[in-house]
């Protein structure tokens, strides 16, 4: 095997392992950016879809949706608004299709 052909070979692998860890050309189900806005402690809360932990806190459902929506809209995804129950009171998409 030539130089050139060693050298060719080490970029092919390292492009592949650049190009797993980004996550393309796996299986892998896709990061979504849906923004969840629901009842936290004494207030309301932002989260991300699929994260335990929150990403803001409010005292009031509206602030707490203006931010979800601010989100939703940079990452191309959805805010579902939830009620204090629970429930899922309203989905707005932000999604470009």
Do not use: C
Request: proline share 1%; glycine share 6%; aromatic share 8%.
């Amino acid at each position: 095997m030539s130089k050139k052909n060693v050298v060719l070979e080490i970029i092919q692998e390292f492009l592949e392992a650049v190009i797993k860890a980004l996550g393309y050309g796996s299986k892998t189900r896709k990061r979504t950016w849906n923004q969840h806005v629901v009842p936290y402690q004494d207030g309301w809360a932002v989260r991300r879809e699929g994260n335990k932990r929150i990403t803001s806190k409010h005292r009031k459902q509206s602030t707490a949706i203006r931010k979800a929506k601010s989100l939703a809209k940079r990452y191309d995804a959805d805010v579902i608004i939830h009620r204090a129950s629970g429930g899922i009171r309203e989905r707005i998409s932000y999604k470009e299709d």
